[in-house]
């Protein structure tokens, strides 16, 4: 009884959100599973699984399903890996240390699809983009980025546009710090490798966690920076599954196989979620 | 705070009541960011200040998004919108499904002032769909002091052949100066509106009469094969991700000798605004190998009328003011002639003072009037369209072959490989739309 109230109470609110999520998704399963083309009004009927044969048996799947999850891998090893050094770097007082600190989280705040177009017209472009002026400078051939290292171009943009995030959370999380902790390890002796590695990092767990968590969310569906720097290309280089759904379903107005690409990537979501849950909990646990 | 709600509640009910005594139509016109169109929603004013009881609400969009969301209204029957810009490619396709309003117009906008090529384009069996805002075709744009200095005359209707000779003289990668730019970025309105027209140029199709793709068929090797040798000797690098704002970026700061693209680029080339080679520009057709069929495109932004809207007659009102000579004439008045939206009317090319203001007036004209989208390949085809085949599975088709040929031109696949894929997933598309019963 005394359980009961509360759990009415909460009812209505859990309800709601139950709703909230079970409705699109049952939207989604009824449409890839019948024939749903919006230019084609006259073709309908339930056809089973044959959105889904045809999402699979796209010739570009495999790849896209594997730049997938290099461009998620690769991009929070880099933004936790540099965002925990650069964090530790300004976390110490030092002249100047506001604007650096507004420096470094400003790419944040650039838009993606500008951010792409910044990297491949300024940065990367083999004629007149920085880079190349430096490879001229020192009498080499520039390098194509966006031909030659497709992925890895889009890997440094997305890089470059998510590092300021996981600064910001790493520099946050060294605030709160025990200043009295520290300074009874350094009583005892310890040297700084020693207090990153039974101080600092224990500490940061937790916001590493959050870090790769939002990350992940958001890298799946990773798609301006892609349709902008190289539409895919060249061949499916640097086509990733929502740019592969995209480019089935949006460009052919075909909802149903939409759809179906849609449940996949839920799937392929819920898979890489559990992996990195997995990894990040033994961390919390300890 | 109880009392301000209050009071404008009351406000917001009296205002309504209002308007619903005035009969005001509100026009929702979705439209492209373009610069003309931007233009038109300034002058709109104009239209507003005649027509009192029109009210214009604009849904301003980038052309993919624009794509996308009337795409998806009209095939649902959402009813969001009273105005479309559409293209060429969508035009005959819905016209045929009776999705939009036949347009018919007085003896006073002169229908038969329009260029033939772009009331062709626009039209279903003689019945007009939706009129042509603005019009371009395909040209080539070349630096005449780089071929003089080679000492080449550019014929005004050079050959492939001519073409590849003029690169390879002026390409001069030391100095920063490129042969030739084209088009390599992957997607059916980037790489492969240009493609296409080689490739018709070389006697190929997109699909024979029975609708089996032809990607493998020699027109297609020839052609490819020639467009990776060409850019990969007397091109830029980084061509696989250049479309036609890369090269426009190129093209003005000196970089390339030739250019082959849409017309509307030159009125952005030879503005010493933008341009640093403004006064070095000369324009000629696009080059031809085999036939001249095709050899050029044709594209308008065009504006249509859902059926079943309950606003025709305002509608109409607007669509026939906005494409027509007045219009035009606003545009001048305002802006100067070298801004007026071009490629629509015979009256514009007759004006002498358009003639001066905009130095590529003939050979925009030229490369308009010798495009015909239902017979611009040197096989009969089956479908209506230059640089496109006005189906629906063409955007998706044409994406991945765009991808393909990007990939054969990084020097990541080779041109039998990629024109086998192409080939592969066009079929794939082909049998899932139902074409092979």
Known sequence: MNRFIPRALMAPAVVTLFLWMIVPLVMTIYFSVIRYNLMQPDQSGFIGLENFEYFVTDPSFGTAVMNTLLLLGSVILITVVLGTLIALLIDEPFPGRGLVRILLISPF????????????????????????????????????????????????????????FATLIFITSLQSMNREQLEASRMDGANYLQQLRYLYLPHMARSVAVVVMIEMIFLLSVFAEIYTTTGGGPGDASTNVAFLIFKQALLNFDAGVASAGALFAVVLANIAAVFLIRMVGKNLDK | MKLTTRLSLSAALVMSLCGASHAETELVVATVNNG???????????????????????????????????TTDIATKGGQFDVMTIGMYETPIWGKKGWLQELKTDAKYDADDILPAMRNGLSVDGKMFAVPFYGESSMLMYRKDLADKAGIKVADKPTWTDIKALAAKIHDPKNGVYGICLRGKPGWGDNMAFLTTLV????????????????????????????????????????????????????????????????????????PKQSKVADKVAFAQAPTAVTPKGANWLWAWALAIPSGSKKVDAASKFVTWATSKEYIELVAKTNGWAHVPTGTRKSTYANPEFQKAAKFAAAEKAAIDSANPSDSTLPKSPYVGVQFAAIPEFQAIGATVGQEMSAALAGKKSVDAALKASQVAAEREMKKAGYYK
């Open chain 1, 109 to 164: 705040f650039v838009m993606p699809t500008v951010n792409a177009l910044l990297w491949k017209h300024m940065m990367m472009n083999p004629i007149y983009g920085v880079l190349a002026q430096v490879w001229i400078f020192f009498g080499g051939t520039p390098v194509d980025w966006l031909t030659d290292f497709p992925l890895f171009s889009v890997i440094i943009i997305v890089s470059w546009q998510w590092l300021p």
């Open chain 2, 36 to 70: 003309h169109m931007i233009e038109m929603q300034k002058l709109s004013k104009n239209f507003e200040q005649a027509n009192p009881d029109i009210k214009l609400k604009w849904v301003t969009l980038e052309e993919g998004v624009l794509r996308q969301r009337v």
């Open chain 2, 200 to 271: 018709n140029t070389n006697g190929g199709q997109w699909f024979d009469t029975s609708w089996k793709p032809q990607l493998e068929s020699q027109p297609w090797k020839d052609s490819i094969n020639f467009y990776v040798d060409l850019l990969k000797n007397y091109g830029p690098p980084g061509s696989s991700a250049n479309s036609f704002n890369e090269i426009l970026a190129l093209y003005n700061e000196g970089k390339c000798g030739m250019w082959i693209d849409a017309t509307i680029a030159a009125s952005f080339i030879t503005d």
